[in-house]
């Protein structure tokens, strides 16, 4: 079984910082993309970053100089750098990954979601 745990999330002011952190575990055989997705109140979810096996990334145009993804390979572990944050940020933030496992093959694997709220 594979799971993906996110960490990180919290309580921010405006203009502060937050790192969030995505591990994989399980019987994982190889990984290829891995991302942030977000779901604001009342909005749909939607792709924040993503970043590819070989570290190609796609920022949305919203976060674009603002959040940096990046990956440790050895590690499983995907990462969303955060800054400049604003009250729009606001969300419940998913990691998402396109994850071999020894058992089942190629799957779009989801975390439970972490809590990011931007507010004074």
């Known amino acids: 079984q594979v799971q993906l745990v996110e960490s990180g999330g919290g309580l921010v002011q405006p203009g502060g910082s937050l790192r969030l952190s995505c591990v994989a575990s399980g019987s994982i055989f190889r990984i290829n993309a891995m991302g942030w997705y977000r779901q604001g109140p009342g909005k749909q979810r939607e792709l924040v970053a993503a970043?590819?096996?070989?570290?190609?990334?796609n920022y949305a145009d919203s976060v674009k100089g603002q959040f940096t993804i990046s990956r440790d390979n050895a590690k499983n572990t995907v990462n969303l750098q955060m800054n400049s944050l604003k009250p729009e940020d606001t969300a419940l933030y998913y990691c998402?990954?396109?994850?071999?496992?020894?058992?089942?093959?190629?799957?779009?694997?989801w975390g439970q979601g972490t809590q990011v709220t931007v507010s004074s």
């Open positions: 970043i590819t096996s070989g570290d190609r990334t």
């Open positions: 998402n990954a396109d994850i071999q496992s020894l058992s089942y093959g190629w799957h779009d694997y």
